[in-house]
Nanobody, 120 residues
Framework: QVQLVESGGGLVQPGGSLRLSCAASGFTFSGSTMSWYRQAPGTERELVATITSGGDRTNYADSVKGRFTISRDNFKNTVYLQMNSLKPEDTAVYYC?????????????WGQGTQVTVSS
C-alpha cells in the first residue's frame, strides 16, 4: 500500500523559512520521480517542484525559483522541500506526489497535504 506522509507545515512570517518532508512507503522510492504541488483556496492545484528518481534533475515553478529547493534521500525514502523567503502568496496546502511505475503502467499517488500559512 502506497503511503505519502507530509510534515513540516505551519505558520511563518513573511521572509521566513520552512522545510517540508514527505515520507514514502509501499513502492520503489528510488525509482520514482517525486513532486510537490500546492493548492490555495479557490485555485487549482499547481506544480511547485519536481525531482527525478536519482535526484540529478529538478524543475521549479517560476514563482518559486531561487527560493525553494527540492531534494530527496533515497536511503530514507523521503523527499524534502526547503522554502526560503516565504511570501503571503505561498500560503496553500502543499501535497507530495509520486509517479510510480508498475508492470501495468504508471500510477499517481498523493499525500494528505500539509498547510503552510505565511502571515504576519
Amino acid at each position: 500500500q502506497v503511503q505519502l506522509v507530509e510534515s513540516g507545515g505551519g505558520l511563518v512570517q513573511p521572509g521566513g523559512s520552512l522545510r517540508l518532508s514527505c515520507a514514502a512507503s509501499g513502492f520503489t522510492f528510488s525509482g520514482s520521480t517525486m513532486s510537490w504541488y500546492r493548492q490555495a483556496p479557490g485555485t487549482e492545484r499547481e506544480l511547485v517542484a519536481t525531482i527525478t528518481s536519482g535526484g540529478d534533475r529538478t524543475n521549479y515553478a517560476d514563482s518559486v525559483k531561487g527560493r525553494f529547493t527540492i531534494s530527496r534521500d533515497n536511503f530514507k525514502n523521503t523527499v524534502y522541500l526547503q522554502m526560503n523567503s516565504l511570501k503571503p502568496e505561498d500560503t496553500a496546502v502543499y501535497y507530495c506526489y509520486a509517479l510510480v511505475w508498475r508492470t501495468t503502467g504508471y500510477y499517481d499517488y498523493w499525500g494528505q497535504g500539509t498547510q503552510v500559512t505565511v502571515s504576519s
